[in-house]
């Protein structure tokens, strides 16, 4: 079974950063295009970023020009750059291919709090 592990959140203040990390046992990650997701209590779970498998990467407008998604296939491990960080970004964030086809199993998140 392929279980993705995400981790690197915590808590920052308004204009902060954080790098948050996304790994996977089961499958190789590089092999897949894959993007990053956020949730809110009580709200749906919105992609926010996405990579290709070759490198190309796409945002929601909401993060551009905050957030950068990249990827180490040495590493095979996925990354989302946050700066200047808003308390709006505050969620919990997971990774998971992007929709239009099938999805891994959902991992447990790594929580982002970011204070004003």
């Known amino acids: 079974q392929v279980q993705l592990v995400e981790s690197g959140g915590g808590l920052v203040q308004s204009g902060g950063s954080l790098r948050l990390s996304c790994a996977a046992s089961g499958t190789v990650l590089r092999f897949f295009n894959m993007g990053w997701y956020r949730q809110v209590p009580g709200k749906e779970r919105d992609l926010v970023a996405s990579?290709?498998?070759?490198?190309?990467?796409n945002y929601v407008d909401s993060v551009k020009g905050r957030f950068t998604i990249s990827r180490d296939n040495a590493k095979d491990t996925l990354y989302l750059q946050m700066n200047s960080l808003k308390p709006e970004d505050t969620a919990v964030y997971y990774c998971?291919?992007?929709?239009?086809?099938?999805?891994?199993?959902w991992g447990q998140g790594t929580q982002v709090t970011v204070s004003s």
């Open positions: 990579i290709t498998s070759s490198g190309i990467a």
């Open positions: 998971n291919r992007p929709p239009f086809g099938s999805r891994f199993p």
